[in-house]
């Protein structure tokens, strides 16, 4: 029992560790390109804050602004000269009451174009973040890539009814160039409901069909339902495992990556498609699952977890899951070009997946349940650092590009909020009232408030769920 709570705690601080880490750097990056702009403009930064709160250390540079880590380590701010507080409201003091040599460095003072300049930095630099670090794994691990051609289409599925054929090459979608089947994928799936104009080569013809996916939920190992679409097209996926869960079955029996499934209970196994299918009809039953590791064969006995789930008409279905994966293709170089031009592309595709999804939400095609607070990312941190750097440094990526585009929602005390006074103020020529700006303030703390309130209850119903009845 001893033994048990040891590892609960040490997984648990795994988990806070790696999370803490992850942020802090985003974080980190968002302010720099606040803090540097501010500096090219000449406005005078008196604090640069990692975290809110007590002070915990901190020490100013040669040009007075004090660096400074708080006690609250989930976020940050830049607090300017004539700044109220850290939302850069500006500060009461009217500016004509400033010393000339203040009045210069006054961020409120500041043409209105400079003053943009320095709140788009911070999401700016999420962004750049993003790309930077996938143009550095594409040019140092190399590009996995896996052609969007059409191996199987699902009869009675969306894609069979619209036209499609095994051997199709898809190339676009909804006028998005397709570089591969992860495009396909990631548009398909958060397309649920929406029709879909689809090209692709046939013969050497280039052809174009209408298609709308169905929508399909979908349960993750952390509990959080998601509505995919889908339109039943599939690749033949070699049976060799990518990653392995933790702490689900496949884990607990033995599996490694790289593992070759040749046969399960003595039926061969010719792609991974069968082991879903096998797997998925086998919940609660053991299983006997033959495997090539290593040039030797071995026999690995597991039992799957039953996980319900809905299929397209709405059923919900019992399926069996032991928490792997496919493997990834083996990856190939690409020159520095290449590999920034795929870093910016994949941080787009990012933005505009997260984008698309909230507007899913906003249009109740799907569940508001699904968005996560901190508890959430935390979890998901803890499982991308099991998985490697790479998957880290993905993961990393992710979340600045994320936290940069949330950052320019156009609501009051973010940074989209101040973009948008001072669009209003360049269209006016003048700035908005104080009371105003006051009022406006107040309102985007509400909903920033509520909507931190939100996901944490997110957080706690999900973990609340998982505790009292295993995962559902």
């Known amino acids: 029992m001893i033994e048990g709570l040891a590892t609960q705690i040490s997984s648990a601080a795994v988990m806070v560790f790696s999370f803490l880490l992850v942020l802090t750097v985003v974080v980190f990056i968002h302010e720099l390109g606040h803090f540097l702009v501010a500096r090219w403009c000449g406005v005078s930064v008196t604090t640069f804050s990692i975290g809110f709160g007590r002070e915990l250390m901190g020490w100013n540079d040669r040009k007075g602004t004090r660096w400074r880590v708080a006690a609250i380590p989930l976020g940050g701010y830049v607090k300017f ?3 109220e507080n850290a939302a850069s409201q500006p500060s009461r003091e009217a500016p004509r009451d400033l010393g000339p040599e203040m009045l210069a460095g006054s961020f409120h003072n500041k043409a209105v174009w400079q003053r943009a300049a320095v709140v788009a930095a911070g999401p700016f630099a999420n962004f750049l973040l993003a790309s930077v670090i996938y143009s550095v794994i594409n040019l140092t691990v190399g590009v996995r890539s896996i052609p969007a051609t059409i191996d199987q289409v699902v009869a009675g599925m969306p ?11 898809i190339t676009a979608i909804d006028g998005w160039t397709v ?9 398909v799936g958060t397309s649920s409901g929406r029709t879909l104009d689809i090209e ?5 013809a280039r052809l174009a069909v209408a298609v709308t996916p169905v929508v399909k939920e979908q349960k993750d190992d952390l509990g959080v339902t998601i509505k995919i679409g889908d339109i039943g097209i599939k690749r033949r996926v070699p049976a060799r495992v990518g990653d392995v869960v933790p702490d689900l079955p496949a884990a607990k029996a033995g599996f490694r990556s790289e593992d070759l499934i040749t046969a399960i209970d ?7 498609d069968d082991i879903v299918e096998t797997i998925g009809a086998s919940a609660g039953r053991n ?10 064969t071995t026999e690995i006995e597991v039992t799957p977890i039953t996980v319900p789930q809905k299929d ?3 059923t919900v279905r019992e399926r069996g899951r032991i928490g792997i994966s496919p493997a990834r293709p083996d990856p190939h170089w690409v020159g520095p070009v290449e590999a920034v031009r795929l870093g910016i592309r994949e941080t787009y595709a990012n933005l505009a997946q ?18 996560g607070g901190p508890i959430l990312m935390a979890e998901v941190t803890a499982r991308v650092v099991e998985l490697g750097l790479e998957p880290l440094l993905r993961w990393t990526a992710l979340i600045s590009a994320n936290i940069g585009l949330l950052n320019l929602l156009p609501i009051p005390v973010l940074d989209g909020g101040h973009l948008l006074f001072y669009a209003i103020e360049a269209a006016r020529r003048r700035p908005l009232s104080r009371r105003v700006q006051e009022i406006g303030f107040q309102i985007g703390l509400a909903l920033v408030l509520m909507l931190v309130a939100f996901v944490n209850l997110n957080d706690l119903v999900r973990v609340g769920k998982r505790w009292l009845f295993g995962g559902g």
């Not at 570089?179 to 548009?187: C, F, S």
């Open 179 to 187: 570089e591969g089947l992860d495009d396909v994928a990631r548009i």
């Open 81 to 83: 000269l004539d700044d």
């Open 354 to 371: 997260t984008v698309t999804g909230l507007g899913d939400i906003l249009a109740r095609r799907q569940s508001a349940d699904q968005v």
């Open 200 to 204: 692709f080569e046939r013969n050497g």
């Open 287 to 296: 299983l006997k699952i033959t495997v090539e590791r290593a040039g030797a």
């Open 266 to 272: 003595g039926k061969p196994i010719t792609s991974f």
């Open 312 to 314: 397209e008409h709405g």
């Open 159 to 169: 894609a069979a009814e619209a036209g499609l054929r095994p051997g199709d090459l």
